[in-house]
């Protein structure tokens, strides 16, 4: 059975989850206050709507309650999304996923009650950073405010060595969760596993202790 989602705003984001979300095999009916980007999206989409989503019954009326999964991508218009988020909630939406534009935004969503909030421009703006520091960073994620996940590339400091010669846990505070080989992945590798050049090395733990990581092993 086909996953159903909801996209409200068709700008560059919200546009982005609808390209791959129907290239992963989902419905998704998108909706947008412009004609033009509904247009555009007719024949991406499984429906593509255009809708004032912060008009209780016109969401009523499209059914919106019976969709798994509702995401807000709505850019600029701060109020649009908070009262659009609100309507979601009250509708009885299981799954509402909403884009932040700064912290206070954030904050008024999560009292609101929406699931997850993202901020793709500042998580982009870190993954960008993280990358211009050392060409052996590959990916950042954020868990919160002070843990993260990286993905490092294993350079001529690290290769040879066991993690247990290492002592990474010991000496940074961080943990090696996982190691991509080529193909394979090794996952929760043990003390004795040797890491190989340009491995790359799944690495959490807190913010400031893999930044150190980094500058020590990578700079």
Not at 184 to 208: E, Y
């Amino acid at each position: 059975m086909k996953k159903e989602f909801v996209v409200i705003g068709l700008g560059r984001f919200g546009g982005s989850i609808v390209r791959e979300l129907v290239r992963l095999g989902a419905d998704v009916m998108a909706l947008d206050s412009s004609q033009e980007r509904v247009d555009e999206y007719s024949k991406i989409a499984t429906q593509s709507v255009i809708a004032d989503t912060t008009d209780e019954e016109v969401m009523k009326s499209l059914g919106i309650r019976n969709f798994e999964h509702v995401i807000v991508a709505i850019g600029e218009n701060i109020q649009a999304s908070i009262l659009t988020t609100l309507i979601l909630k009250e509708l009885g939406v299981p799954l509402i996923t909403v884009k932040a534009q700064n912290d206070y935004h954030e904050k008024v969503l999560r009292k609101i009650g929406a699931d997850h909030v993202v901020h793709p421009e500042r998580d982009m703006g870190i993954r960008i950073a993280n990358n211009m520091i050392s060409n052996n960073v590959l990916d950042y994620l954020e868990l919160s405010d002070e843990h993260s996940i990286m993905e490092i590339r294993a350079n001529d400091l690290l290769a040879g060595y066991s993690l247990i010669d290492l002592d990474i846990r010991a000496k940074y505070g961080i943990n090696i969760v996982g190691i991509k080989r080529g193909e394979q992945i090794i996952i929760s590798p043990s003390a004795d596993d040797k890491i190989l050049l340009n491995d790359i090395l799944l690495v959490i733990g807190a913010v400031v202790d893999i930044n150190r990581f980094v500058k020590k092993v990578m700079s």
